[in-house]
């Protein structure tokens, strides 16, 4: 109970010191708005285009969304040494890390959700399986939130955490089939689309929105899930190899 | 023993911070770690509180080994480490709030906690201020506050009075003092001497990464009880008297502290007259002339061979930094 307790209140204190600030909110607003506008251009499609654009949009918005903050709530508190005193609390750091990550998980969701809210008012979601597009959603957040966190504890300073997170988040945009189809991408770089998790739940997403899908869902699913409990676990060994030293 | 230390070791790159360190805390008991920048005071602390991991040693806490993992022991600590660390988004209130968080009490009781401390510490007209828009002195006494939030049975004190103000150091002091009167075992590292001997019952004076001796502030005062010693001020700088005046008083022995400063010192009562009537014949006019109690920094410099005089500056450096 008491390690809840401390759980429910850095998750809180997350949420109100970095997540719920206007700059992030209108973030989380303007960025799905504006993929969505610039790939319908771009493709010089119709409103009717945006069910085939969507899957892509909500991936991109978890991604940036998850990722963006953990360095300041991660590595910025790290080099502050207010993490210190996480450290020193008497929680498992298993519980401690999921704490600290769960903020960023339901701002990435509710930032999924933000562009399905837009494309409501365009085009007809009747059809959409809502029942695999919330746990693929869950599951893209956790994955993302969780390569931000590997990517703040691997580093020491917030630029280098922002500059190291783009560097991996705008190829993604291109290699998980966001906007293009994998079979489009040259056949050399098609593995390492295979070896990012967000390859997984953008087709789980597609198959949920559009009903075509590259892999079957037991597939992206657990792949999914995978990736989250390996770069979790990679990452709470780097907390203790490189923090705990 | 309430903290057990058994040959701890721990290496960084190549510089042995801490070299089989060896040390017990008693319950109740207010243990000083004395010593320069650099002696391994912080890295001790990192290692018992579980901040860093012992390439060497045992640590027992209340009698948990900590050595490879100390959650076990983190409910039974309170850690003030040497740089305030609460958050600057926070105000204090919801800072002490928080880190009661930490620990697991509940709403109802984390508040009443937060509001008592901020009395205590005479913080209340602070207590709805952002922790960034705090002084120095105010930061520091809610870092203490939020140490000793979940009242901790043993508190790690580092540095508590680095770098603030005078007032606030005595009110610090002064709280030290109560908690560990209310029965808190504190291990407490400083670089004051005048702290350490006014506060600890027990120091250890620490230099590179070891332990030279540690004994009761008595105990180490004891050789010397029989020590006389006086401070001369001359109005200039006389290198060449130290000969002359060794060659007069032979029983005495002579040190130029400073410049224009001599220490005198004898193992037997002295007067100071006839040394300052014999250096006014020599042409050198004496400021003042006092008698000084021999302190622990003597024997600090004794045992150590620091002169006081480095850590001096290494506190004032420190003071101006932090």
Redesign the interface.
């Known amino acids: 109970m008491t390690a809840w307790i401390a759980f429910w209140n850095i998750l809180a204190k997350d949420m109100r010191s970095y997540y719920l600030k206007p700059p992030n909110i209108s973030w989380g607003l303007i960025f799905p708005l504006a993929w969505t506008g610039m790939f319908l251009i771009r493709t010089g499609g119709t409103v009717n285009d945006v069910i085939s654009l969507l899957p892509g949009v909500m991936a991109i918005s978890v991604l940036f969304g998850t990722t963006s903050m953990l360095a300041v709530t991660v590595t910025f508190e790290k080099k502050g040494r207010s993490f210190e005193r996480l450290l020193l609390a008497p929680i498992p750091l298993e519980l401690l890390m999921a704490a600290k990550t769960a903020g960023a998980i339901v701002f990435g969701m509710i930032n999924a959700f933000v562009p399905v809210m837009m494309s409501a008012f365009l085009i007809d979601l009747s059809n959409v399986a809502w029942g695999v597009v919330v746990p693929t959603i869950f599951l893209i957040a956790v994955s993302s939130t969780f390569l931000g966190l590997f990517i703040a504890v691997a580093v020491s300073e917030v630029f280098e955490a922002q500059t190291f997170s783009n560097f991996l988040r705008f190829p993604m945009i291109f290699l998980c089939g966001l906007f293009f189809p994998l079979a489009r991408l040259p056949w050399a770089i098609r593995p390492l689309s295979y070896a990012l998790p967000l390859t997984y739940g953008v087709d789980a997403l597609r198959g949920a929105v559009t009903g075509s899908q590259a892999m079957p869902l037991t597939v992206d699913l657990p792949v999914l899930a995978a990736f989250c409990v390996g770069l979790f676990a990679l990452s709470l060994r780097n907390i203790k190899r490189k923090w705990i030293l | 023993m309430t903290i057990e230390v058994r040959n701890l070791s721990k290496t ?1 790159a190549d510089v042995r911070a801490v070299d089989d360190l060896s040390f017990g805390v008693q319950r109740g008991e207010l243990f000083g770690l004395l010593g320069p920048n650099g002696a391994g005071k912080t890295t001790t602390i ?1 290692l018992l ?5 012992p390439d060497g040693g045992t640590i027992k806490i209340e009698g948990i080994d900590c050595t490879r993992d100390s ?1 076990p022991s ?2 039974l ?1 309170g ?1 003030v ?1 040497d ?1 305030s ?6 105000s204090g209130f919801e800072n002490l709030r ?2 009661a ?6 709403k109802g009781k984390r508040t009443s906690r937060a509001r008592e401390l901020l009395r205590t510490f005479g913080l209340s007209e602070a207590a709805h201020r952002k922790f960034a828009g705090y002084s120095r002195g105010m930061k520091r006494k809610l870092t203490i506050a ?1 140490g000793i939030i979940h009242q901790p049975p043993i508190l790690f004190l580092d540095e508590p009075t680095t770098g603030i103000d005078v007032a606030s150091a005595r009110m610090i002091r002064a709280l030290i003092a109560n908690l560990n009167r209310e029965g808190t075992t504190i291990l407490l590292t400083t670089h004051y001497i005048e702290e350490a001997e006014r506060l600890c019952s027990r120091i250890a004076f620490m230099v590179a990464g070891r332990i030279v001796r540690a004994d009761s502030v008595e105990n180490l005062m004891q050789p010397l009880h029989g020590r006389h010693v006086a401070l001369l001020t001359l109005s200039e700088t006389a290198v060449s008297i130290g000969r002359s005046l060794l060659a007069a008083f032979p029983d005495h022995r002579f040190a130029m502290e400073m410049p224009g400063q001599v220490r005198v010192e004898s193992d037997r009562p002295f007067s100071v007259g006839p040394i300052v009537r014999f250096l006014e014949e020599a042409g050198i006019e004496v400021v003042e002339a006092r008698r000084v109690r021999p302190s622990l920094e003597d024997v600090f410099v004794e045992i150590t061979g620091i002169e006081a005089d480095a850590m001096r500056r290494e506190r004032e450096k420190m003071g101006a930094r932090t």
Do not use: D, H, M
């Not at chain 2, 509180?49 to 991991?53: C, E, I, K, P, V």
């Not at chain 2, 660390?85 to 926070?90: A, C, D, G, R, S």
């Open positions: 960084f990192n509180t579980g901040l860093a991991r959650k983190q409910r600590i850690v480490p740089e660390n609460l958050y600057p988004e926070l928080f880190c968080a930490l620990y697991g009490l509940r939020a």
